[in-house]
């Protein structure tokens, strides 16, 4: 058995050999991509007796309530609501505002943070920083040139992130999904303080190498028992589940998976995730060509490619599209982007035609 890494002074400081009971967590969140291994860990939770009410399930929208330009499923966002819904657990959905592509294109101090509270449906902004506050204020004007150095100190991305390991360049990851979960945690009222946390998260080690050295269970970043009384756990529940094992908890709960699985994507979030294969980008072209337009003038707008070396065209070249027109109402809603409660349940479970392709292309 992986017994987990101290080989730092950080990994050490944040190791953790066991978890409390589930029972002495006040509030569970489980990370819901809308992804097979997030649903798996919230069905597991179910078939562990953990009460639906002390369960939700965070989302974190990729695309930001960006309504011009998406980097995701336009279904996404309806299949999460829908599950949530059906399983009777909580959705709570925070994001960076602008999303992926707002922060591409970002000139200034990080865009803010928003969650959406699950009772009122109210949206509420993270604390911003003094730097996030001055950028506002710019942004509102017609800016001089002083105005702009100022404004372009405070920040300056302009460019994809890189296929890389690091999270400081490949940033999509740390900046529209750690931190968004990070910054609502601490937001949250009643998160904040007095409070014992525990977060699920999906990552398998099957997946990759990196996956396969990540600890079951740590001390996660936004603990802070000394100054805030709130004690908060992670805990990779699925991390040691084959493949198999994921979708048979699916398919036992006759639970519909993302439509993308069922179209012949062998992974889920991004729909356009960067490191996405030509296949899927060929899949892209075939099923939303406007979408794949779309990046082929930012790398013109930007002077930067999407892949390290290669232009999306070059890279995709010929590549077989990875599309399966074997479910036709799948493929409607991913295109669509209409998914229902009622279209949750599948009694006749058949097993998606991404299913059993490796865990290339990503999601992070
Ligand atoms: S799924 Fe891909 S594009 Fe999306 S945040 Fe992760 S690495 Fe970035």
Not at 130 to 148: P, S, V
Not at 159 to 174: D, H, V
Not at 264 to 278: A, K
Not at 298 to 305: A, K, N, P
Request: net charge negative; aromatic share 10%; charged share 30%.
């Amino acid at each position: 058995m992986y017994q987990g890494r101290t080989e730092s002074p950080y990994m050490e400081g944040i190791y953790l050999d066991h978890l409390l009971p589930l029972a002495e967590y006040d509030k569970i969140i489980i990370l819901f991509s809308g992804g097979k291994d997030s649903l798996a860990c919230a069905l597991d939770l179910l078939e562990r007796g953990v009460p639906r009410e002390k369960n939700e399930l965070w989302h974190h929208d990729i695309d930001g309530g960006n309504l011009t330009r998406r980097m995701d499923w336009p279904v996404t966002q309806e299949y999460v609501q829908a599950v949530s819904e059906y399983l009777g657990m909580t959705l709570r959905v925070s994001w960076r505002v602008n999303g992926f592509w707002g922060e591409v294109y970002r000139i200034g101090a990080s865009w803010p943070i928003q969650y959406v509270e699950p009772d009122t449906g109210e949206v509420k902004e993270c604390r911003l920083s003094e730097r996030q506050i001055r950028t506002a204020q710019l942004r509102k004007k017609n800016l001089n040139k002083a105005e702009r150095e100022e404004l372009e100190s405070m920040g300056h991305r302009m460019k994809f992130p890189a296929k890389s390991g690091s999270l400081s360049t490949r940033w999509c990851s740390s900046i529209l999904k750690i931190e968004v979960a990070e910054a609502a945690i601490r937001n949250i009222e009643k998160l904040a303080k007095d409070v014992k946390i525990l977060i699920i998260s999906g990552e398998r080690r099957q997946e990759s190498a990196g996956r396969a050295k990540y600890n079951e269970m740590e001390i996660h970043r936004t603990n802070a028992t000394q100054k805030a009384n709130r004690l908060v756990h992670q805990w990779r529940s699925v991390i040691d589940w084959p493949e198999e094992k994921v979708w048979e908890i699916i398919k036992r709960h006759h639970i519909a998976p993302h439509p993308c699985y069922s179209a012949g994507w062998n992974r889920c979030s991004c729909m356009m995730c960067i490191f996405s294969l030509p296949s899927h980008w060929a899949g892209i072209r075939e099923l939303f060509p406007e979408r794949f337009a779309e990046v082929e003038e930012d790398e013109r707008t930007l002077g930067f490619t999407l892949d390290n070396k290669k232009t999306l065209a070059e890279y995709t070249g010929e590549a077989e599209s990875c599309v399966c027109h074997d479910d036709p109402k799948a493929i409607y809603q991913l295109q669509s982007g209409e998914f229902s409660v009622e279209d949750v349940e599948k009694q006749v479970w058949t097993m998606p035609a991404g299913a059993f392709h490796g865990a290339k292309g990503g999601p992070c």
